[in-house]
Nanobody, 122 residues
Framework: VQLQASGGGLVQAGGSLRLSCAAS????????MGWFRQAPGKEREFVAA????????YYADSVKGRFSISRDNAKNTVHLQMNSLKPEDTAVYYC????????????????WGQGTLVTVSS
């Protein structure tokens, strides 16, 4: 599975961005998909995940109520709507396809996109 993330950019605090991740294969439709982020000098951390049917979503406490994950299986895409952005949300955001294990664990994902940079200015 090849994943292509897009939609990053520079935004002021309080603003919004919508990230997208396009997958290359139909097997995407049966995979739980996740978004992670990595700030400079920090470890990659879980942001959100959505199961294959979009019936279950999971969020890190730091983004609950501000971010929303969704997917369109017909278009092999997953989105991350980010509202009320804060400077601490600045990071490279990665989409990933889950294989096995806890959704919040990077080791549970075998396929990763190249990342898209989100910069939130204060």
């Amino acid at each position: 599975v090849q994943l292509q993330a897009s939609g990053g950019g520079l935004v002021q605090a309080g603003g919004s961005l919508r990230l997208s991740c396009a997958a290359s294969r139909r097997t995407f439709r049966t995979s739980t998909m996740g978004w992670f982020r990595q700030a400079p000098g920090k470890e990659r951390e879980f942001v959100a995940a959505i199961d294959w049917s979009a019936s279950s979503t999971y969020y890190a406490d730091s983004v609950k109520g501000r971010f929303s994950i969704s997917r369109d299986n017909a278009k092999n895409t997953v989105h991350l709507q980010m509202n009320s952005l804060k400077p601490e949300d600045t990071a490279v955001y990665y989409c990933a396809a889950h294989t096995i294990g806890p959704y919040h664990d990077t080791k549970s994902y075998d396929y990763w996109g190249q990342g898209t940079l989100v910069t939130v200015s204060s």
